[in-house]
């Protein structure tokens, strides 16, 4: 069966601290796809990364880096020197075709960056 | 990256009434749409996966009687909660991808709240 975990209900940190989000996932599939969205206050979802589950290589976007390993199915999300602005909802979702495509979402970790 | 609109943002409606929820692709065609919804401090739910020309998906435990969707061509799709109750109030979104293994581009989402 298809399922996301993100353990962390909430973490608070201060600017500039590093933070990782963890992402479980288990899945039956050998080819399936990992996103992970930012939802702000706002409420509008974000996409920041898909990775496919041929791809284990580690991907760096700015302050942002995602960790991809299957060993331990696990997708987890770092923010390095971490902002203000980055306080949001952070979800992980998992895509698989079981009959028919659809996503899966982790329950989310809200983020708290304080000044 | 692509564009995906909602209308109305946020609506209104007395119990009893029946309200429409447009999702839009403005900048590409959306085979597949998605409709989720959301509680406050909640994940997102998939209520249902559709198809352009096909009849939706819906999710084990998701009303299709109560909550119809329109997909007709490949920039529209339309969820109609028929007979709104105060338990359906809640945050509806919609997403929509050109392929379902590709990111979902999320609509801003609706907020419906029913009196």
Not at chain 1, 14 to 39: A, G, H, I, P, S
Not at chain 1, 64 to 86: C, P
Not at chain 2, 84 to 113: K, M, V, W
């Amino acid at each position: 069966a298809q399922k996301v975990t993100q353990a962390q209900t909430e973490i608070s940190v201060v600017e500039k601290e590093d933070v990782t989000l963890d992402c479980v996932y288990e899945t039956r599939d050998t080819t399936y796809y990992l996103f992970w969205y930012k939802q702000p206050p706002s409420g509008e979802l974000v996409f920041l990364i898909r990775r496919n589950s041929f791809d284990e290589q580690n991907e760096i976007s700015g302050r942002y880096s995602w960790n991809f390993q299957k060993s331990t199915s696990s997708f987890n999300f770092t923010i390095t020197a971490s902002q203000v602005v980055d306080s949001a909802v952070y979800f992980c979702a998992l895509s698989e075709n079981t009959g028919g495509f659809k996503t899966i979402f982790g329950a989310g970790t809200r983020l708290f960056v304080k000044a | 990256g692509a564009v995906v609109s909602q209308h109305p943002s946020w609506v209104i409606c007395k119990s009893g009434t029946s309200v429409k929820i447009e999702c839009r692709s403005l900048d590409f065609q959306a085979t597949t749409m998605f409709w989720y919804r959301q509680f406050p401090k909640q994940s997102l739910m998939l209520m249902a996966t559709s198809n352009e020309g096909s009849k939706a998906t819906y999710e084990q435990g998701v009303e299709k009687d109560k909550f119809l969707i329109n997909h007709a061509s490949l920039t529209l799709s339309t969820l109609t909660v028929t007979s709104a109750h105060p338990e359906d109030s809640s945050f509806y979104i919609c997403s929509a991808s050109e392929n379902p293994y590709n990111e979902q581009f999320f609509g801003p989402g609706t907020r419906l709240t029913v009196l």
